[in-house]
């Protein structure tokens, strides 16, 4: 973690030519240091990434574009897994943006090993009792949750993953790949390149997109989704990986469309 600097005092700027030198003087600061340019940049592709994923990558985008999407792959309306499309296409679009292309400025922008950044399994395993610990002490939250009708209106968020396993399996494969997404950005790209600036501090910073991204769901949700997501952050700091993590929010995933299927009256088949 690179030293702090002691904060300047706040200076009025008068003027359009004041404001314009004052920040070409404070960009100027953002690549002092290794972990300064290194915090920019992540911040940078953060944002934008952020928003691409908002505009182009959520189920509701190809539900507009569905049926030309459905038509080139020989799909009708009529089609058994016609509504499956959208979320097989979120958990890919999450994959590409939220993994893939981080992935490339890792490598490519900021010149450094994907290890550096979570993307790593070995010598990670003597922490998987503590991902198995969170589930166990999660079940009991996510059970008692489970009888709210918020929750139970929300999951699956995928409607047909109640007519049977087949499409229950489908949409948690999809689920699934959605989660390493989350993970691997926010837990693993934040979190790690923000680490050696802001040290701790990174997990808050991380926190707080990952919160709004969960707007939407159940309030309740929202708010545990601060505590989780700083949990999280802290494992995959403490065991150079965000691969568990993954695995756990899925898992908990899966419970939770479990539950809400059960308290629905079971697949319809």
């Known amino acids: 973690m690179s030293e702090q600097r002691p904060g300047k005092e706040t200076e009025p700027v008068t003027g359009v030519r004041s404001f314009l030198a004052a920040l070409r003087a404070d ?3 953002l690549w002092k240091t ?3 340019r290194r915090a920019a940049q992540v911040l940078i592709a953060s944002v934008i990434l952020l928003i691409v994923f908002a505009i182009w990558g959520r189920p509701n985008f190809l539900l507009r574009h569905l049926p030309a999407v459905a038509a080139g792959l020989g799909m009708d309306p009529s089609h058994e897994y016609y ?6 296409y979120w958990g890919v679009s999450s ?12 490598v490519v922008w900021i010149r450094a090993r994907p290890s550096e950044f979570g993307y790593r399994i070995r010598g990670v395993t003597s922490h998987a009792w503590i991902y198995l610990a969170m589930f166990l002490v999660m079940l009991p939250i996510v059970f008692a949750a489970s009888f709210m009708p918020a929750f ?6 995928y409607d047909n993953a109640v007519l049977g396993p ?5 949409w948690q494969i999809a689920y699934g790949v959605q989660f390493l997404g989350v993970e691997g ?6 979190t790690f390149g923000l680490y050696p600036r802001f040290g701790y501090l990174s997990l808050f910073i991380m926190v707080i997109p990952y919160a709004l991204v969960h707007v939407g769901k159940p309030p309740v949700e929202v708010f545990m989704a601060v505590p989780a997501g700083l949990a999280l952050g802290y494992l995959a700091l403490k065991s150079r990986s965000w691969v568990f993590g993954a695995l756990l929010h899925w898992a908990v995933g899966i419970t939770m469309d479990a539950l809400a299927v059960w308290h629905a009256g079971g697949f319809r088949t």
């Open 27 to 29: 960009a100027g600061t």
């Open 34 to 36: 290794p972990a300064d």
């Open 83 to 88: 509504l499956t499309l959208p979320y097989v």
């Open 95 to 106: 994959a590409v943006v939220r993994i893939l292309v981080p992935l490339l400025v890792i």
């Open 152 to 157: 139970q209106a929300k999951y699956p968020m």
């Open 166 to 170: 087949t499409h229950f399996a489908l």
């Open 185 to 190: 950005f926010f837990r693993g790209f934040m």
